[in-house]
């Protein structure tokens, strides 16, 4: 590859957006993926073929092939996976449920247990110790936290339902464990909760929600592994957003807020949808539907500052991705493409397109496993 060793990112291309992983890790180094061997599957939520597909990625070139497939009861959406990588929990769309599933050796899906949460959750995230599992839910205004019981299931009941505003579209906990937000388009805020990891209880802060002067609509929201700050995508304003968290509150402030696209005029509708930090904290990375461009911006050691390094082209109508736990792959998720997208990530932190694939019908969310 001319010479440069390159990371790879995967991306799904659909018409909607995804989010961000539970639990972040300490930062990975380049060392970490070399020095041990491994292989990498991207599972991925097929929702309009109604089943959860498995591939494992070619090491070599990139190029994704179907490993297993799994047919489920409901339309899968939004998933997240526990921090030792051996749990899937998957919202259903049409059974309004979350489903539980171990995951065996090759990514191997195996089916526990469903629990009918009666709407559709938008975005799911497990707290650090995982024990919780966190809900938002687009349409009904709510997060709920469910515990998960000895079996890995969902507890029936949820352990806490609370109400916030329409369009939760993300929820999302700080590395601590100690802080949850929940980020909502149209009120144009970000809830903000302190959360206690004994009793799975959230306590709005004593500022309830940060209000976003500028129409920006937040829309996902991603912690850096280590400094402190959260980055955020905006659907309406087609821009990042650096946060800084207070560490006693839990209180988020605005430091900055960059435009997603490349200079110049855009026609049609465009927005940003799913963003998330490099494992090595070293960049972000956000997708514009619409243009059809993955944006990387370099991450400022000492200020986490964000700035401008590349934008990449990408499959039509991105919806979400996911990088893998070494920093070698990237999911990405959309409703209309039905393609499956694979770069290489140079050192520098820019891409290369290794590999496109054609995916089932509205590859809906990603997730990345590394055994």
């Known amino acids: 590859m001319s010479g440069k060793t390159f990371r790879f990112l995967i991306a799904v291309c659909s018409l909607t957006v995804i989010g961000a992983s539970a639990f972040v890790p300490a930062l990975v180094t380049r060392a970490d993926a070399q020095e041990q061997p491994h292989s990498t599957y991207a599972i991925i939520s097929v929702s309009g073929d109604k089943k959860i597909v498995v591939y494992k990625i070619d090491p070599n070139d990139g190029t994704p092939s179907i490993s297993s497939e799994t047919s489920v009861s409901g339309k899968p959406g939004c998933s997240v996976i526990n921090r030792e990588s051996t749990r899937l929990y998957v919202a259903m769309d049409t059974s309004n449920s979350i489903a539980t599933f171990s995951i065996g050796d090759n990514a191997q899906l195996k089916f526990l247990g469903e629990t009918n949460v009666g709407v559709t959750p938008s975005f799911l995230t497990l707290d650090p110790t995982g024990k919780f599992l966190l809900s938002s839910y687009y349409k009904a205004g709510k997060v709920a936290v469910h515990k998960i019981e000895d079996d890995e299931t969902l507890a029936v009941s949820p352990h806490q339902m609370f109400a916030t505003d329409e369009r939760a579209h993300c929820i999302t906990i700080d590395p601590s ?195």
């Open 177 to 371: 464990g100690k802080f949850v937000f929940v980020s909502h388009t149209r009120p144009n805020a970000i809830f903000q909760f302190g959360f206690d990891p004994t009793t799975g209880t959230l306590t709005p802060c004593k500022t309830p929600k940060l209000i976003r002067v500028d129409d920006g609509g937040p829309r996902h929201l991603w912690f850096h592994p280590t400094n402190g700050h959260a980055y955020g995508s905006d659907e309406k304003g087609s821009s990042v957003t650096n946060y800084r968290m207070d560490r006693e509150t839990g209180e988020l402030s605005v430091l900055e807020t960059h435009s997603s696209l490349p200079e110049g005029e855009h026609e049609g509708r465009k927005s940003t949808s799913d963003i998330e930090v490099h494992p090595s904290g070293k960049f972000v990375f956000i997708a514009n539907r619409g243009v059809n461009l993955i944006a990387t911006f370099s991450i400022d050691e000492r200020s986490g500052g964000l700035t401008l390094l590349e934008h990449s082209p990408s499959v039509p109508a991105n919806r979400s991705f996911n990088i893998s736990p070494y920093g070698d792959f990237l999911v990405a998720a959309g409703q209309k493409s039905n393609k499956l997208r694979v770069f290489g990530i140079g050192d520098d932190g820019k891409m290369k397109n290794l590999s496109t694939v054609e995916t089932g019908k509205s590859p809906w969310w990603v997730q990345m496993v590394q055994q």
